[in-house]
């Protein structure tokens, strides 16, 4: 192995692993893709580190730990419509896109699409779709399987929770610097969701200006 494969299996088997996270669909989607092709180069030394990696206005890439956690916990189908929220590096919208049947992958900043459309191009990104949206201009009728927060929010907002599907599940991080926590909310009737806490952590607030 190349110090790349060497990285990447150490991630694998040291950090996200050890988090809980054992599903074998998500654990190939992690392997084969490059992490290291969603970063810029001055920080492709750090794409397998356990840590935030800065990609532009503020935007941090996700530590893989988490990553991990989320796509084992949103349990995604070959036929799940799946809603992004924060495009992020283009990344999480790839392994989404992997393990599900479609992604809508919404964010505030051009500039944050443009970047992670480039990123997944190369991929053949026929199942993912790059919208320029707010989460407050998300009030159209469109629901979804899954739901995948991609930053921090101080609380989850009515028009996610509405945009689930019957059984449609969201993972999302909500609270406050330093000890947020990672949520699993589950839609379980017209007006009831269930809410899950799978573990603390602290990420940069969503941006909500382009």
């Known amino acids: 192995m190349n110090n790349t494969e060497i990285a990447k299996f150490n991630m694998i088997e040291q950090q996200i692993r050890p988090w809980e996270v054992l599903d074998n669909q998500v654990l190939s989607v992690i392997e084969q893709l490059s ?14 580190a356990d840590c935030q990696i800065p990609l532009a206005d503020g935007v941090r890439m996700l530590p893989p730990t988490v990553e991990g956690r989320m796509l084992q916990a949103l349990l995604l189908s070959s036929d799940d419509q799946v809603l992004e929220v924060g495009s992020g590096s ?14 809508t992958s919404i964010d505030a900043s051009a500039g944050i699409i443009e970047r992670a459309r480039a990123n997944i191009s190369p991929l053949g ?7 320029q949206k707010t989460l407050a201009q998300l009030d159209a009728p469109e629901t979804y399987d899954a739901i995948a927060v ?12 509405q945009a ?11 609270g406050h610097s330093p000890a947020m926590e990672a949520l699993l909310i589950t839609r379980v009737g017209a007006a009831e ?6 573990f603390e952590t602290d990420l940069p607030r969503l941006q909500t200006a382009g």
Not at 35 to 46: A, N, Q, T
Not at 90 to 103: D, F, R
Not at 193 to 198: E, G
Request: hydrophobic share 45%.
């Open 150 to 161: 991609t930053a921090s929010l101080p609380a989850v907002p009515e028009n996610l929770k």
């Open 193 to 198: 969701w269930t809410t899950q806490s799978l």
């Open 35 to 48: 992490r290291e092709d969603f970063v810029d180069p001055i920080y492709r030394g750090l794409a397998y």
């Open 164 to 174: 689930l599907k019957l059984g449609g599940r969201m993972f999302v991080i909500c």
């Open 90 to 103: 283009g990344y999480i919208s790839a392994c989404l896109a992997a393990l599900a049947g479609h992604v």
């Open 125 to 131: 990104p026929d199942k993912v779709e790059f919208v």
